[in-house]
T-cell receptor
Framework: NAGVTQTPKFRVLKTGQSMTLLCAQD?????MYWYRQDPGMGLRLIHY???????AKGEVPDGYNVSRLKKQNFLLGLESAAPSQTSVYFC????????????FGPGTRLTVL | AQSVTQLGSHVSVSEGALVLLRCNYS??????LFWYVQYPNQGLQLLLK????ATLVKGINGFEAEFKKSETSFHLTKPSAHMSDAAEYFC??????????WGAGTKLIIKP
């Protein structure tokens, strides 16, 4: 099993450009998450999904959109990138339940110039 | 609201010395607690977790953590540090069935 995979691994954008980050999981997990990681700020939740066709806002959703059209995929979109969105983005998935152990992808390093 | 506090953004220990990374949480319900490790340029992986039962939890790579309800703590320890332990460590607590609340992380530096 590949677990959680993310594409691309690296990306450089110019301000105002758009892009989509793809997350895929092969563990049949119901829940999926998008986080951003910035130095000294730990992990901050952007959006999450508790099932196919459902999404919800996390702690820092502004400037991002998501879609979960298939259970195994969770897409994160930036419609008009800003330098403040320079970060490392992690996708995670979970089988849910009270314990909610999350499994992480390797991350996407995004730079917005 | 639940929260997690990790004391010290950076902790430096000598190789072979005891590793102690501190985590305190606030929770209005019995917590489920996690420690994750992030090696450079990688994603996070689970080190250990506390759900119910034994309060001393053993994880991978010789790490363990003890849940102390009276102190609302879940500190991570390892008796003898190795150079390969250099990484960032995150403590987290379950916030209902959907989310984890994360600490800010502690970078562990191992001195030769």
């Amino acid at each position: 099993n590949a677990g959680v995979t993310q594409t691309p691994k690296f990306r450089v954008l110019k301000t105002g450009q758009s892009m989509t980050l793809l997350c895929a999981q092969d563990m049949n997990h119901e829940y999926m998450y998008w986080y951003r990681q910035d130095p000294g700020m730990g992990l901050r939740l952007i959006h999450y999904s508790v099932g196919e066709g459902t999404t919800a806002k996390g702690e820092v959703p502004d400037g991002y959109n998501v879609s979960r059209l298939k259970k195994q995929n969770f897409l994160l979109g930036l419609e008009s990138a800003a330098p403040s969105q320079t970060s490392v983005y992690f996708c995670a998935s979970s089988g849910g339940g009270q314990v909610n152990e999350q499994f992480f992808g390797p991350g996407t390093r995004l730079t917005v110039l | 609201a639940q929260s997690v506090t990790q004391l010290g953004s950076h902790v430096s220990v000598s190789e072979g010395a005891l590793v102690l990374l501190r985590c305190n949480y606030s929770s209005s319900v019995p917590p489920y607690l996690f420690w994750y490790v992030q090696y450079p340029n990688q994603g996070l992986q689970l080190l250990l977790k506390y759900t119910t039962g034994a309060t001393l939890v053993k994880g991978i790579n010789g790490f363990e953590a003890e849940f102390k309800k009276s102190e609302t703590s879940f500190h991570l320890t390892k008796p003898s540090a190795h150079m390969s332990d250099a990484a960032e460590y995150f403590c987290a607590v379950s916030d209902g069935p959907y989310q984890l609340i994360w600490g800010a992380g502690t970078k562990l530096i191992i001195k030769p």
